[in-house]
Structures are given as structure tokens and as C-alpha cells.
């Protein structure tokens, strides 16, 4: 089984409509990641959170929210999607604790968003 | 602020040759870097990594980066491309243990028969 699942792994819908993609893992991290991937771009941060009790902001939150619902879950929404919102999501799981993946994020399949 | 670019957004050999992809960051802080890959319909996985030590690493799948301060570069290396190791190739700096990173933007390897 993943460590790192993501649903949908793929979604269209329209303009405005509200969206929200689900991670979980089963690894145990304390530190959970969403990132966009767009092509040339590589990977940007939408939100990182270091616990359940802390969300911060990445480098392009503007346009989505998230909720760490507990340590192995944590969501992300576009409150009102727009067509350049259309790109691959990614959630990514750390680890805190020295031991071998120290220092190592853990990445979900993706979600393939697509607004029209 | 840390910062990540790749020279070469695809990049192309022949099976059995050498595969190279360059990797450049600016930290101001010593880095910790990182390699990943990301096969088709795929999320990333991790090809290596440098923290603190001996500065060339070595991976999985026989790719090695050697981690050279005074050029700011981390490049990867294959000695012998084969086709499974057509992807897409991330590099990415830390400057915090780890912990929160900046990937660059990509570089799409081909292995041509």
C-alpha cells in the first residue's frame, strides 16, 4: 500500500466551483507539504503545515486553503477554481526524527486538476 | 533566498552514453541538496542526496551528484544512460535541514535506442 495516497488522482470541473483535494499518510510524519507543478516550473509550495496546530503559507497560497485535520491528513481547496489553476498537485510528506529519511519529503501520485 | 536552475529543460542521449544534468543554486547558507525523479503519470522520488560529508554521492539506480561549493553545482551523473531512465529530473535546495525546499524547474531526459 502508498504511504502517501491523494484523491481524485484526476478532476475536471468549471470555473467558481469549489474544489478540495484529500492526502493522507500512513508514515507518520509531522510535516505535511502541497506543492503545484506546472510545466517548466517545477515544483511551488502552496502550503506547508509542521503540525495540526500550524499552517503556514508557501510561496503561491493566494487563491487556496488547506486544513490539517489530523497528523495523517491534511486538505486542500480552492475555494472559487479558475482556469490557471488547472495543473498537477502534489502533497509530500517529512519527517522530523533522525533516522535514515531525515531530511528526505515523500511525494503522493498527484492529483491532475483540470478547470475549465 | 535560495534559488535552483537546471541548464537544459530536455536533454537527450543514446543508450550507453553518459548522462549529465546540471544543477546550480544559490544558498546563503550551506545547502542541503537534492536529486529526484519522476517517471510518467508518477510523483517524485528521491535519487540522492547531500546534507553534510563526503561530497560526491552516490544514488540509486548508478546516478552519483558531486556536491562542489566553489561552482555552486550539484550535477548528476550516469555513466551509461538506459531506457528506464527516461524521466523527469528535479533538483532542490534546503537551507533549513531539510525541511522546506526549492525545486528547480526540470529537466526532461530522453534515452534514444
Same mark, same amino acid.
Request: charged share 20%; proline share 5%.
Given at each position: 500500500? +502508498? ?5 481524485? *488522482? $484526476?478532476? %475536471? ?9 484529500? !492526502? ?21 509550495? %502552496? ?7 500550524? %499552517? ?8 487556496? @486553503?488547506? @486544513?490539517?485535520? +489530523? ?5 486542500? @481547496? ?5 482556469? $490557471?489553476?488547472? +495543473?498537477?498537485?502534489? !502533497? ?19 492529483? *491532475?486538476?483540470?478547470?475549465? | ?15 550507453? &552514453?553518459?548522462? =549529465? ?25 528521491? =535519487? =540522492? ?37 527516461? &524521466?523527469?529530473?528535479?533538483? &532542490? ?15 526532461? =531526459?530522453?534515452?534514444?535506442?
Amino acid at each position: 500500500d +502508498a504511504d502517501v495516497t491523494q484523491t481524485p *488522482r $484526476n478532476r %475536471i470541473t468549471k470555473t467558481g466551483k469549489r474544489i478540495m483535494l484529500e !492526502c493522507s499518510q500512513t508514515k507518520g510524519h509531522d510535516r505535511m507539504y502541497w506543492y503545484r507543478q506546472d510545466p517548466g516550473l517545477g515544483l511551488q509550495l %502552496i502550503y506547508y503545515s509542521f503540525d495540526v496546530k500550524d %499552517i503556514n503559507k508557501g510561496e503561491i497560497s493566494d487563491g487556496y @486553503s488547506v @486544513s490539517r485535520q +489530523a497528523q495523517a491528513k491534511f486538505s486542500l @481547496s480552492l475555494e472559487s477554481a479558475i482556469p $490557471n489553476q488547472t +495543473a498537477l498537485y502534489f !502533497c509530500a510528506t517529512s519527517d522530523t526524527k533522525p533516522g535514515l529519511s531525515y531530511n528526505e519529503q515523500f511525494f503522493g501520485p498527484g492529483t *491532475r486538476l483540470t478547470v475549465l | 533566498a535560495q534559488s535552483v536552475t537546471q541548464l537544459g529543460s530536455h536533454v537527450s542521449v543514446s543508450e550507453g &552514453a553518459l548522462v =549529465l544534468l546540471r544543477c546550480n543554486y544559490s544558498s546563503s547558507v550551506p545547502p542541503y541538496l537534492f536529486w529526484y525523479v519522476q517517471y510518467p503519470n508518477q510523483g517524485l522520488q528521491l =535519487l =540522492l542526496k547531500y546534507t553534510t560529508g563526503a561530497t560526491l554521492v552516490k544514488g540509486i539506480n548508478g546516478f552519483e551528484a558531486e556536491f562542489k561549493k566553489s561552482e555552486t553545482s550539484f550535477h548528476l551523473t550516469k555513466p551509461s544512460a538506459h531506457m528506464s531512465d527516461a &524521466a523527469e529530473y528535479f533538483c &532542490a535546495v534546503s537551507e533549513d535541514y531539510g525541511q522546506n525546499f526549492v525545486f528547480g524547474p526540470g529537466t526532461r =531526459l530522453s534515452v534514444l535506442p
